[in-house]
């Protein structure tokens, strides 16, 4: 797919070719190269929310503002398109965890008064729901794990046992999770969304940015795939954790399960990882 539309106005050159990049769901990606030499990488989609790519960019920004990740710069924003610049297919560097660690903990170093955001966004294509809360368990509680409920998918592949130990355990969040403050989140930070800079550092894509707890950022990238303990030892040494941080993560990554299943319906490894964390908790 190549259109020269997307990058009208740019001074950049006509776009000659456009390969198709790995990765997201709500968006078909490509790494656009022009007559001039340059590249770019361009999201587009028909039929997504007309504020979805613009509160990307928005995101972006704010995770920028923390001097913690490097960023990709936001070139263009439209409705059923944003151009980004390129930041390649370079390797980590040697210390790439440990800098990641560190700055995600400058990230989460930002804070807030209150959970939630300026306004709701997004996660995939459904809604995220940021309202202000002053109460952190309620807020995980009702916008990150029983709204999801609501979705009619998720609501039909999740067992009617499983839904009611959902709404146990979120009664129970106080007991099972300790105070923490609402900190500056990506949202969406699996490892999929932290990619290397052609420098080989940390760079942050594809944000759903909220005030949140610190813990159930690391529960997301904890749960998508196998993280080297000097990424974690490198935040803590940083951003220090409540003991049994770890044992929590699974309660935290239920909302990313739930996400799953309000997106595609019934998947049976993700049902397996609920009912398993329920069983425990619930």
């Known amino acids: 797919m190549l259109t020269t539309s997307w990058l009208d106005g740019l001074d950049l050159g006509d776009p000659v070719s456009s390969d198709p990049l790995e990765g997201g769901y709500a968006s078909k990606t490509y790494r656009v190269r022009t007559t001039l030499g340059r590249s770019v990488v361009v999201k587009t989609q028909t039929g997504l929310p007309l504020d979805l ?12 503002s923390t001097g913690g990740f490097a960023v990709p710069e936001v070139l263009r924003v439209t409705p059923t398109f944003i151009v980004l610049a390129d930041l390649g297919a370079s390797e980590p560097s040697p210390t790439y965890w440990e800098d990641a660690g560190r700055a ?12 939630g955001y300026h306004h709701d966004n997004y996660l995939g294509v459904l809604p995220q729901q940021n309202p202000w809360s002053t109460d952190g368990h309620t807020f995980f509680a009702e916008h990150r794990l029983l709204r999801y409920l609501e979705e ?10 499983d839904r009611e130990r959902l709404e146990r355990l979120a009664d129970r969040l106080p007991d099972l999770i300790p105070r923490q403050p609402p900190s500056l989140l990506h949202g969406d930070l699996w490892h999929g969304n932290l990619i ?16 949140g707890w610190p813990e159930a950022e690391l529960s997301m990238l904890d749960g998508c795939g196998k993280i080297p303990d000097a990424f974690f030892a490198s935040y803590a040494e940083a951003h220090p954790l409540e003991p049994g941080w770890r044992d929590r993560l699974p309660i935290l990554h239920l909302r990313e399960h739930l996400c799953v299943l309000a997106h595609f319906g019934e998947v049976p490894e993700t049902l397996g990882k609920i009912h398993t964390t329920l069983a425990a908790f619930a």
């Open 152 to 161: 009619p998918k998720c609501h039909q592949a999740l067992p009617a046992d």
């Open 104 to 115: 995600l903990a400058t990230q989460h170093e930002q804070t807030a008064g209150k959970f």
């Open 196 to 211: 290397p800079t052609p420098e080989g550092e940390p760079a942050l894509i594809d944000p759903a940015v909220y005030y």
């Open 53 to 64: 790519y613009g509160l990307e960019a928005e995101g972006l920004e704010a995770l920028r």
